[in-house]
């Protein structure tokens, strides 16, 4: 198995995805199971996934987004945030800022397992919320952050360059 500093440098966006290779139902809840093991504001996990399987929804989703490989991926996970939840515990903030933070920290240890899974994501953010909280039927209460495809890749995209540490540390 991989150690942690390999599974992050090993961690790609990936948009094209092995055609009509399922994920086995075991890998899928492994990855999904991650999620509970991101750390969140009160341990509260103020947030929600919706797994899409079905075929023509992701085609709906990729087509709400402009993502088109939202369709080609045999699993997109949207990641939503509740702010409510958050909220009721820390207020303002935590409806503001907690609820999308723990969303996102979800989404992370997620992508992350997929990669220890041998699976590829992408994570779309190009979307308008209301739109995809109707095509999902979400209830008023959830916040749809993003949306990453899974699925085993059809490439492996090169690293992408990266800032300097100097560029974005400041010690004090």
Known sequence: MWDFFQTVRHRHSVRRYQADVPIEPEALHGVLEMALAAPSAGDLQSYHLVVVRDRDLRQRLAEHSGEAFLAEAPVDIVICADPGRSGERFGHRGRE??????????????????????????WAGTFEEGSI???????????????????????????????KLKDIVTYK
């Open 97 to 122: 800022v907690f609820a999308l933070q723990d969303a996102s920290i979800a989404a992370t240890y997620i992508q992350l397992a997929a990669v220890a899974e041998g699976l590829g994501s992408a």
């Open 133 to 163: 909280r109707q095509l999902l039927d979400l209830s008023e209460g959830l916040r749809p952050v993003a949306i990453l495809a899974l699925g085993y890749p059809a490439e492996i995209p090169e690293p992408t360059p990266r800032r």
